[in-house]
């Protein structure tokens, strides 16, 4: 079980595709987009902070559930505040769109573009003290809406490329 609670809901993810690519140098910041990355199996995202962080080695957030949260913080604190919510903000590696991120349980696996293939390790999060994030954002959403995933298969991965459920 996660340390939230949050178990993937019953029923197909179906399949989407990555619309961004997030990294950062150092823990305990946001995620700039990058115009590709290289997944290793076994260790996450080459040049990423993270990259060999046990068993959370590539994070998932989608572009709808950042929307969503965009649309809280301007009815909440204004166009500015949420103009900061955009891909990587939540830290996440991979942004989607399209899979319903959600329906996922431990253990299922993402395939992503040609040769990438994802093992979902980990489901929601708990937010350590000073985040980044939620400093940026005034809430995080990767506690209860993102995933966390061993690289299984590596490989490149871009903006464009399919990920559907395996």
């Known amino acids: 079980m996660s340390p939230t609670g949050r178990e993937g809901r019953a029923g197909a993810a179906g399949a989407g595709e990555i619309v961004s690519v997030n990294a950062s140098r150092r823990k305990g910041q946001v995620k700039t987009p990058v115009a590709a990355a290289e997944l290793v199996a076994g260790e996450g995202m080459a ?11 590539v994070s998932l ?10 649309a809280k913080a301007a009815a909440a604190s204004g166009a500015t505040a949420a103009a900061a919510l955009v891909p990587g903000a939540f830290a996440e590696n991979l942004t989607t ?24 390790s980990q489901i929601g999060k708990e937010c350590h003290a000073g985040c980044a994030v939620f400093k940026l954002t005034g809430d995080c959403i990767m506690p209860v809406r993102g995933i966390f995933c061993e690289v299984v298969a590596g490989g490149p991965v871009r903006p464009g490329d399919a990920v559907e459920k395996r």
């Open 47 to 57: 040049g990423d902070a993270h990259r060999g962080f046990a068993h959370r080695q």
């Open 61 to 70: 957030l989608a572009l709808e559930d950042i929307e969503a949260q965009r």
């Open 97 to 120: 769109r399209g899979i319903d991120l959600g329906a996922l349980r431990i253990g299922d696996e993402l395939a992503v573009g040609g040769a990438v293939r994802l093992r979902v």
